[in-house]
């Protein structure tokens, strides 16, 4: 093989490579990526908040009414969903949320080695039975930037028992609102 077939393969290669190049400049600068800002797949999801209408949802009836015709055994069925996150025993373990024993009139934000959120840690004051009845209702409207993603409870039925449920859960439970006493 003489030199004059050797520069035909070689050049042969070459222009191939140069094609080649010219390609794949011309292909990024007519598509060219666009780099997130932050590293991940950016997922859509509607807030709740936004797919109600009215905006939050006030309890239809004031709580003693509620608490009047309530059933704290039905209120302890009703607890078994607040089980996942949180313990009801009198010195149990904190969960993903706090222990629920002594709830009403406690200070909010108070329940000993639990990390609350810094909204949750604004909102002074104590646990009332009106107070659990909106939050337990709405939990992101009463407090908003609360850590707690429980949508919240919409029969007002199964709110008044889990309260009438969790006011018993204490040394010596606070009594009912007078609406409610029997």
């Not at 239809?60 to 069925?77: D, H, M, R, Y």
């Not at 629920?100 to 990390?115: T, V």
Request: net charge positive; glycine share 8%.
């Amino acid at each position: 093989m003489d030199s004059f077939e050797l520069n035909k393969i070689l050049g042969a290669i070459l222009g191939t490579c140069l094609v080649l190049l010219a390609l794949n400049i011309t292909a990024n600068a007519i598509f060219a990526p666009v780099k997130p800002a932050k590293p991940g797949y950016e997922i859509a999801v509607q807030e709740q908040a936004a797919v109600d209408k009215g905006g939050p949802k006030e309890p239809s009836q004031p709580i003693e009414v509620l608490l009047a015709s309530s059933s704290a055994e039905k209120g302890e069925n009703a607890a078994k969903k607040c089980a996942a996150c949180h313990t009801v025993n009198k010195g149990g373990p904190n969960r993903v949320g706090p222990n629920l024993w002594g709830i009403i009139n406690r200070p909010r934000a108070s329940e000993a080695g639990f990390n609350y959120s810094a909204a949750m840690k604004g909102k002074s004051g104590n646990w009332s039975f009106q107070d659990l009845n909106a939050y337990l209702l709405n939990p992101k409207a009463f407090v908003p930037g609360t850590n707690m993603t429980f949508a919240g409870l919409t029969r007002d039925s199964e709110r008044a028992d889990l309260i009438n449920y969790l006011h018993t859960l204490a040394d010596s439970p606070v009594p009912l609102p007078k609406a409610a006493a029997k």
